[in-house]
């Protein structure tokens, strides 16, 4: 039996509301933190895919939100969201994407977008039954260097607050990225290759989060610390590119395996640790439908 671990499950703030994904409670209402992440997604993918200046922002955006409610409905969701302010925003804050991501990135060539990418992390025995554990997963984006060949994995992020040191440095998420890159399989041109067997060789990894928000210019004037020297910043100024970029630990791959497969005995007893948070307990599944958390009922494990 396959048990598959994905993104989801490592980056979770409560376990038990993973549980309740897995087991198909979840909120058919669409909030807006997500939809605007699903959008802003997919309007930098088009742009990448289509080299697109900075006049041809407007037009990217417009067909992210577009095509981003269609998949939203086709999954069986809502929203009541003001979709012309959803990409108002996305302009406004991706007007900056093609110089800043130039200046990113002009050191590597783009190997592909939103790529699978797959690992057998390991497996569970338990009584007669062998359970296969896998790790599953999209890449955002993966660059490759042009002189040195290291890998970079991208992964675009919406979030309110600025991702801080620590959070980037321990995100499981992307620590599990490098490792399966290093250890298992992406997807390319349909089929499945190792690393060595798409690039001949085996490369260095790295990853880091693109924090979206920090492409805006400062509003007022900021003082803030770049490389351990504190410099002044004034409104209109660009934030410097490592407020932007927040790159991940490359953990030992052993740690990394624990930590999944501590998830998989999570999926496979159907059994989730709750760590409540007054934000996360209010949207979580559990509240919109069945109007408590029941996390030591059976979510679909043994």
Avoid at 33 to 41: D, K, P, T, V
Avoid at 66 to 72: G, L, Q
Avoid at 86 to 94: A, D, G, Q
Avoid at 136 to 158: C, F, M, N, P
Wanted: glycine content about 6%; hydrophobic content about 40%; aromatic content about 10%.
């Amino acid at each position: 039996m396959m048990i598959e671990v994905h993104s989801s499950d490592l980056s979770a703030r409560c376990p038990a509301s993973a549980g309740y994904r897995r087991a198909g409670l979840i909120n058919v209402a669409v909030p807006m933190a997500m939809f605007r992440g699903l959008s802003a997604g997919r309007a930098i993918e088009i742009m990448l895919e289509e080299s697109t200046t900075v006049d041809g922002v407007p037009d990217a955006c417009t067909r992210a939100v577009r095509e981003s409610d269609v998949k939203v409905q086709e999954e069986g969701r809502f929203h009541n969201l003001d979709l012309k302010k959803v990409c108002s925003e996305l302009i406004e804050t991706l007007a900056f994407f093609p110089e800043r991501a130039e200046t990113a990135y002009r050191d590597y060539d783009l190997i592909g977008q939103e790529i699978p990418i797959r690992w057998i992390v390991g497996f569970l025995e338990r009584e007669d039954e062998t359970h296969t554990v896998e790790f599953a997963s999209h890449l955002d984006a993966l660059y490759r260097h042009k002189e040195t060949g290291q890998l970079k994995i991208v992964d675009w992020k919406w979030t309110k607050d600025s991702p801080n040191w620590h959070y980037s440095q321990m995100n499981l998420q992307m620590r599990s990225y490098m490792a399966a890159m290093q250890r298992g399989e992406f997807m390319m041109n349909g089929f499945y290759v190792d690393m060595v067997d798409y690039f001949g060789e085996r490369l260095s990894v790295e990853a880091e989060l693109f924090w979206i928000p920090g492409l805006m210019p400062y509003k007022r004037r900021t003082t803030v610390t770049v490389d351990g020297v504190e410099q002044v910043f004034h409104k209109g100024d660009h934030r410097p590119i490592t407020k932007i970029l927040h790159y991940a630990q490359n953990s030992r791959v052993d740690q990394i395996e624990k930590q999944i497969m501590l998830r998989a005995e999570w999926i496979r007893t159907g059994y989730y640790p709750e760590i409540p948070t007054p934000d996360g307990c209010m949207a979580c599944p559990a509240q919109q439908e069945v109007g408590y958390c029941t996390v030591a009922q059976d979510l679909g494990g043994e």
